[in-house]
């Protein structure tokens, strides 16, 4: 793919016109990692946050995200998602929780953008509920892992 699918030829932006696209099973995964302090990691695990459970509500906002990612990127499709995951590994040694998300469809478009915005509000939203015991909170690693479906098919990150 050597052009950019958003930008006509007169280089204006446009929505990609998928009508024309064959109905396919499309799947994608992405990441996040959240670094913190071990103190606020062990208020996280220890649900003592003020602010209510942070995992529960980030996962729920990191679902949410994905089915409104329509509504925040200008360019992309509303879609009927049929899947949607949000998982989090507290990693208590590095002080950090990986979040991998998988989102999933049967459609005529890809479904990256959701997998990714899921990743990333999800980390914001840890940032969000803790910000006030963690200003060093750092959000790094925002990537896709994995694709499938579609007409360039399969692709993976490499040593994941």
Not at 148 to 160: A, I, T, Y
Request: net charge positive; glycine share 6%; hydrophobic share 40%.
């Amino acid at each position: 793919m050597d052009k950019l699918t958003h930008i006509n030829q007169q280089g204006d932006a446009h929505m990609v016109d998928v009508s024309d696209k064959k109905i396919t099973t499309r799947e994608a995964t992405a990441m996040a990692i959240v670094s913190m302090k071990q103190s606020t990691l062990e208020l996280i695990l220890s649900s003592s946050n003020t602010k209510g459970d942070v995992l529960v509500i980030a996962r729920i906002a990191g679902i949410y995200a994905a089915k409104k990612c329509w509504d925040l990127i200008p360019l992309c499709h509303p879609l009927m998602l049929s899947k949607i995951m949000v998982e989090l590994t507290p990693n208590e040694k590095n002080a950090t929780i990986e979040i991998k998300t998988l989102v999933k469809l049967d459609g005529k478009t890809g479904v990256e953008m959701e997998a990714l915005t899921a990743a990333s509000v999800t980390a914001l939203t840890i940032y969000d509920m803790c910000k006030s015991v963690d200003r060093f909170i750092k959000i790094g690693e925002i990537q896709l892992l994995e694709k499938k479906g579609g007409k360039s098919g399969h692709w993976k990150l490499e040593n994941v």
